[in-house]
Every structure is written in C-alpha cells, then in structure tokens.
C-alpha cells in the first residue's frame, strides 16, 4: 500500500505476529483436523460421527438466502462462510462478538466509514456441486439474488440501509414474473447493486450509504454466503433441487439428503485448514436424524447415547432440565442468550377490534404489564435455570442493556389490583376481552394457559386461538386475521452484542420496518424519539449509551410486553467435548466441538 492510501485507510486483518503464530498453529492442520491438539478442556482427537436429533421432520431452510432461525444457522454454519465471521466461544454465548476474518484475510475501511475493500483468501474452493474456486463474484451474485421476488432474502430490511443502490436494484427486480428462472438471470444478468463490486477475483467492494458501527456484523450472517451462479441459478430458491446441488463453502459438504429421514454431512476430503482460521471441523461427519417426532424421542436418543445433540428442540421438558440441573450434569450446557418472549400487540391501524382499540390507550398496555405474572411463567419454564423476568426491550446479552424495569410487581408476581384500576381508569371497570392466537405447540400453550389464568385475575379474558406453527406467522402477517394480541411474540438476538439494531433499529424502527411486514412478529410501532436516537446510534463510537435511552423510552411505552428471558439449554452426550457456543445460531458450534477420543 502506498503512504498516501495507508493516511486515508483503516487495515484490518491478522497482524503480522498474530498471523505468524496462526501459520505455525496451524501448519500441520491442511487436509485434515488436529489430532490429540491440546485446549482447556484437555485433549481433542479428530474424527467420529456427530449425531443430531431433529425434533422437526425436515429444515426450514439450507438456503442462505432465507434460513433466518437458530436450527437452519447451526447447520449452515458447517457448509457455508462468510467474508468475516464470529470465532465461537467455550463461556458464555455473550463473549462470541469478535469479528474475525473469513473468507475475506483482511480489509479497508474508507475515513468516513462508507466504504470497504475485503480481500479474498486465495485457492479457497467450493465442494459438492461445485470444486472451483471461490471469487469475489461469486458475493455479488449471492447478493443480488437477495431480491428475487420468487424468493427473496429473509432478513431484506437489514440491506436496505447497508448497500449502495440496493434498494432501487430491488424495485426493478421486482418487475421480473414469478416462476421464472430464465427471467431472474436474465435480471440479474443486466442489471448491477451500484454498491457492490469485484474489480478483480480476490476484491470485493461494498459501499454503504453511511458509516455504521454493526457493519461488520451485518456481513457476518448467512445471507451474505458465496455462491456459483452457474449452479446456484439452475434452481428457485432452498427448492429441493437447490438443497440436492448445494455448493458449500464450508467444510462440511452435503452427502446424503432425505426429508423426513436424515441429512448427512461429510467432511470435504483434503480440507485445508490453513485457510480457515475459524472451524476446526474436528469431526468426520454430521448426521441428522428427522425420524424422532416428539420432544421426549428426541431427549430419549441423546439419553440413550443414540444422540449426541438435539435440533429444533427450543426448551428441553422441564423434569429434563431439573433432573439434569439438580444434578449438576455437565451435559447440560447453559447460558444466557438475550432471547426473549412476549406478549405481540396487533396495532395495524386497520384493526378496529374492541380489544385493539383499547390497547392503543397506554393505560390498558400498563394494566396488561401489571397484571402479568412473571414468576409463574418463569417456573412453568422450568425454573431460573430456564428463564428469569424481564420488563424492559433491550436483553442482556445486547449493546445497550441497562437493568431496568418500568412496570415492577413484587417477587414478578404481578399486581392485578393496580392492573384492574388502571382499566377502571382508561374507562373499562368490568374488564377487557382479547382474542389470543398462540403457536400450538407445548411450551406455548403452557404460556397460554398459565397468561389466561393470571391475567383473569387483572380483568382481562383471553379468548385462546390455538395456530398450527407452519400458520401462525402468515395469521400474523394477514390483516384480515382475527386477534387482539399473541402469546407466543419470541426472538432470538441475530448475533450477541451488537445487535441492538434488530429491535430498536429495525422492529421497533418505522423508518426501517413497514407496519406489520418488517418482523416475522407483525410488529406495527412508531416512535420519533426512537427514530432520532437510532439514527444517531447507526454512526456513533459510544452507540450503547444511545440504546439505552432508547430502550428506557421505548420499554416505558410497551409496543410490546415483555415476559421473560430466555436462558439457552442444550443437552448432549457423554461423547461431546471441547463444548463451543455459536454466537448467530446461538447454539452448539458444530465446526468446533469434538467427541472423545474422536469416535
């Protein structure tokens, strides 16, 4: 680099003497995983077979594009990269907020922050349906596949306001008919993101229409996965065919695929580990298995040491987690996650519901928070080692978070006295009826029930609608449904830490999510403080102090009411050692944990 372009530049990457010490770590790593490499956990043996129990029959997704859940990213986190990602963790899930090269060996960032130059590993190469290498192309094409209207990226709000040009890209793709594939190339084809380029193979350059500190972040989810387009656009998004020809990037390839019975990831042959600082990828294979379909087959096989972990099992059986718990077993894993549930309020302005019009008036949503009982719901989780209170947007694994409470109860046992006057105040002495919809599935319906029982109490009747989950986001989303609020309003931090912006700066944010379509929680909110504090928070060097402010305000107006957090239980076998968080998944680290004596 020149002296005048170092004076303009920031240059991020491996130092020298770090990237000295991870050449020699990791020099006799090419091809195949450490054996018998030493960590806290002692020794670690590659090889063996990592074998998951699925409590879903198939994935939502193995489409970067739109897998947009913690199970699709703990699977995708095998067969895809990034060009910077997040290294994994052996604490908490909180400590994995590290951006650390990827794909991309290093980087430049312009001084206004609006413009970044990565830099590609050389001879890094597909597998599976492809062996080529991987080129900075191959970024751009992913990116502008985001906004095919046959199936567009699950997360599209976030690159609105990170590319250049994106947004005017995406309304003419819009133009193009669904069901056709020709037509999608030939889109993509002719027309370019002004934002994104790849001046030769190994540079890509994305200009971003303002600094903003969570950039790197942003880059570090699935979504932005090189592909090949010359086999990526033969098929229409996570179709089966795309799912049978997937050209991984990571270093696992798809073996076998079978819904409804198994899918099976090999390790890719000759893997070189000198150009993936990141995934040890200790094991041979991964198998998933679908066939168990209830929660207690899936806690039986990983008991039975049929299983060495569980997928798409959100909160073990709560005997489970105190038999396991009360014990002190060291194959239950946990940590605080940021997650969070809450009770969704349906604030289209359309809706003109008796129950919906009341909760616009602040004082039916004060009484609705009053009248919540915490504590019975954070034991019907199954205790504190499941669950604990919250009353405030921002969690606690999140930049930002500042305990803090608008609406305490004592012991967060709620306060259905202050609740009922509070109605009585906002001109409904007799109480309120609200149609309820909720995910019928166990833990929801618990959380259903023990809210309709407590709420009771405070003057509310719930009319409970039970909803199939493949239904229950579409019902949400649908203007027309029926329902006053919903009990089963979840979400899961899309990356710990720095990820504030997916609740305040996107959800909550009318500038960033339209009314009801910008969340898979038909979140419809607008607040101008917010807005303002946002903006300035996207560019700042101190956001957390920003966030804070926000939250107080926000939290305070309840466009949501919070219940409790999430703490994240995972069970495993005996077999698994050198146990890893995943920071986006918030999950086990397929690619980092090991089995004992590598069988």
Known sequence: MTTARTSRLRRYGLGTAALAAATILLAACSGSAPVNRGSETGEITAGGTLRVASLAADMDSLDPLTGYDTNAWAVQRAITRQLVTFPGSTGE????????????ESWEVSADGTTYTFHLRDGVTYSGASTREIVARDFVYAIERFCDPNKQVAAINYFHSAFVGFTEYCAEFAKVPTGDLAASKAFIDTHEISGITAPDDRTLVIRTPAKAYD?????????????????????FGDSLEFRQNFASSGPYRIDKYQPGQ???LKKVEGYNHDLDPVRKAYVDEIVVDFTANSEDAVVQKVQAGEADLTLYLDVPPRATLQQYSSANDPRLHTSDSGAA????????????SPGATALRDPRVRQALAYGVNKKNLVQGQGGPIAAKPNGQIVTSTLLGHQPFDPYPTPDHAGDPVRARRLLAEAGYPNGIALDAVYRSTAQFESIAVTLKEDLAAAGFTLNLIALPGTEYQSYLQNPTSRYDVSLSGSFTPDWQGRSTRMLLGGWLNSEAAPCGKGNVNAICYSNRQLNDLARQAFPSDD?????????????SDLPWI?????????????????WTWSSLPAQADYTNIALRDGR
């Open 93 to 104: 899930l909180r400590d994995d907020t590290r951006s650390t090269p990827d794909l991309a």
């Open 215 to 235: 950039f790197l972040d942003i880059l570090a989810m699935n979504f932005v996965t090189p592909l090949p387009e010359e086999v990526a656009s033969r098929y």
């Open 262 to 264: 198994h899918l099976v």
């Open 341 to 352: 549930n809450f009770i969704v309020l349906n604030a289209k302005p359309e809706v003109k």
């Open 543 to 555: 956001p957390g102090r920003l966030w804070a402010e926000a939250d107080r305000i926000v939290s």
């Open 562 to 578: 919070p219940l409790f957090e999430k703490r994240k239980n995972l069970l495993s076998s005996d077999r698994v050692t050198n």
